[in-house]
């Protein structure tokens, strides 16, 4: 399916934070090989942040996903859905790309008025019957960011001759927040992210704080952990474990401040999680610690990065389970030493680069 150049097209991908972020591959391949093309995107009031102020975005249509789902809110729910479908059929849009494809998601593009509805035929929930054109990604290895690259290889454009890029943009004002969190100090700068929205994510704290006592004393660097809100309990737990003082920033960051936050970085240190995405779209160098997830779909996009994966025959990982049903955590395979040998390697290729 060939464009002109000149379509309206709304992309529907509200959520998640890393799958937000891996769809902005799709909107900069779309724009790399048609300006002219004028670009909508339905996301979750949760995620609206990232996207805010994005040239490349002509509006954002946002819905409070968590407020739709409480029951006593449903009536105003109802006429909130209606409102904002009543929105999008005014806009006429020619085309519509679901990247969620599941129904509630479906729906929306089904009744939208778009002559060309397109989703991705491992739609779930259902909401294959809304699109009149399905995307072939049955790979299951596929990553997640070639995934939704399919899409732009739909409408005929060879995504091999461009560069895959996550356009992200923040101000100046971002900038001045994180100089007033992060000292000036001429040191090796490198951030930690403990947390993940799966408990069988996440890695020790003890572990962390492990780690994070070597790079200051050792490798004197500025170590800084981040976090959003829910995260700062934690981050301070892992800093009261600790010999020497970290900077702790959980909780003082919105997405976009966290990403200037990550782009000042040379190095991040991981869970599987949306930071760890987002350090990648800022191109930042990853350590990323995976178990029960499986990195050749979710893990760091592209080059420069060390996943940690241990895999050996004792363990059931990537099981994809949210709680861990073993009394041998997979996450728990992976040592202290093991992610000190992997920033040394990231720091020796940084020397040589003469970054």
Known sequence: MNLKGNEKILIIKPSAFGDVIHALALLNSLKSAYPGLSI???????????LANNPLIERLYI???????????????MREIGSLL????????????????????????????????????????????????????????????????KVAQFFGIDTKKQKVAFPLI???????????????????????????????????????????DKLIHDYHADVVFTGGPGDVAAVENIAMMMRETP???????????????????DLVITNDSGPMHLSVAVN???????????PLKTGPYGNGNI??????GRLCAPCMRKECLKPQHCMDAICVEDVLEAVDIIIEKKKHAGI
């Open 40 to 50: 909508f995107w339905l996301v979750n009031k949760e995620y609206a942040d990232l």
């Open 63 to 77: 819905f409070d996903r968590k407020r739709w789902g409480r029951k006593r809110n449903l009536p105003a729910t």
């Open 86 to 149: 009543n929105s999008v059929r005014r806009e006429r849009f020619d085309l519509i790309i679901d990247l969620q494809c599941l129904l509630r998601s479906g729906l929306i593009t089904r009744f939208s008025g778009a002559g060309y509805r397109i989703g991705l035929s491992d739609a779930r929930e259902g909401s294959g019957f809304c699109y009149n054109y399905k995307v072939e990604v049955t790979d299951k290895k596929r990553h997640a960011v070639d995934r939704y690259l």
């Open 170 to 212: 923040w101000s100046k004002d971002e900038d001045s927040t994180i100089r007033s969190i992060i000292p000036s100090s001429g040191k090796i700068r490198i951030a930690i992210n403990a947390h993940a929205r799966w408990e069988s994510k996440c890695w020790s704290q003890a572990r962390f704080a492990r780690v994070a």
């Open 247 to 265: 900077i702790l920033a959980a909780g003082k960051t919105s997405a976009l401040e966290l990403a200037a936050l990550l782009a000042a970085m």
């Open 284 to 294: 930042v160098p990853v350590i990323a610690l995976f178990g029960p997830t499986d």
């Open 307 to 312: 996943v940690i994966h241990k895999t050996d």
